[in-house]
């Protein structure tokens, strides 16, 4: 998936990838339970920054 599909489908900002890493979307399991204090905008900068490089690293 590339970062134009996130854009798209308006999840594209830490926020968005938050929630969705707090309480999932469609088969993916949210993981609020295990993530703590800033691991979630950790996480969700992180992820930003693999569909924006195109997952190469």
Do not use: C, H, P, T
Request: no cysteine.
């Amino acid at each position: 998936m590339e970062f134009s599909n996130l854009e798209k489908r308006g999840i594209a900002d830490i926020d968005s990838i938050k929630l969705i890493a707090n309480y999932g979307i469609g088969y993916m399991k949210g993981y609020k339970s295990k993530l703590k204090g800033d691991e979630y905008k950790v996480l969700s900068e992180w992820l930003i920054q693999q569909f924006k490089e195109g997952w190469e690293k």
